[in-house]
Nanobody, 124 residues
Framework: QVQLVESGGGLVQAGGSLRLSCTASGRTISMNAMGWFRQAPGKEREFVSTISSTGGSTAYADSVKGRFTISRDNAKNTVYLQMSSLKPEDTAVYYC?????????????????WGQGTQVTVSS
């Protein structure tokens, strides 16, 4: 079992930056692809970004491409999401997730472990 804990959320003004962290416990995630999803009030949970187990491959939703950067430090069992040029529409609960296997995915159903989420609020 893998437990995932997100941190780093908060309130920020439009144009600002935040860095989310996701730290895993229970076992190493070095063999797992990781992802970030988000869910805004009244909306379905949507894909944000994914990274392969080695960190060599990443993917982003079009809505965040060029503004967000996903990275990982397997020695620290941690994945990050650097968010810049934040917009009010980025407001959501952000979830960290891990999947079995090293290849990243944009599909929610392919992920096996989920954190509890961290709130990100961007004011205009």
């Amino acid at each position: 079992q893998v437990q995932l804990v997100e941190s780093g959320g908060g309130l920020v003004q439009a144009g600002g930056s935040l860095r989310l962290s996701c730290t895993a416990s229970g076992r190493t995630i070095s063999m797992n692809a990781m992802g970030w999803f988000r869910q805004a009030p009244g909306k379905e949970r949507e894909f944000v970004s994914t990274i392969s187990s080695t960190g060599g491959s990443t993917a982003y939703a079009d809505s965040v491409k060029g503004r967000f950067t996903i990275s990982r430090d397997n020695a620290k069992n941690t994945v990050y999401l650097q968010m810049s040029s934040l917009k009010p529409e980025d407001t959501a609960v952000y979830y960290c997730t891990a999947k079995l296997g090293g290849r990243g995915s944009t599909q929610r159903r392919e992920y096996d472990y989920w954190g509890q989420g961290t709130q990100v609020t961007v004011s205009s």
